[in-house]
């Protein structure tokens, strides 16, 4: 499989699983947010992608749909 096929396949299930979040989590206190970048350990700038906000709580979603593991340090 090429290299291109995984990136569409990846971003097709970043977007199904924002979806099922935003439409079973979204209200007035809580926002899901697809595909954002954040400021993580030693100001390193972080794609994330989905973020769900209540204002209180950020829950961050590292969407996984392959074999190897993700290097993720916030």
Known sequence: ????NNIVKGKQYEWL??????????SVEITVLPDIRINGKNTKNRQIDIL???????????????????DVEI
Do not use: A, G, W, Y
């Open 17 to 26: 699983v924002s979806k099922i979040f935003h439409d079973n989590f979204t």
């Open 1 to 4: 499989m090429s290299n291109t």
């Open 52 to 70: 769900v906000n209540n204002n209180r709580i950020k829950t961050i979603i590292e969407c996984k749909n392959h074999i190897r593991p993700l």
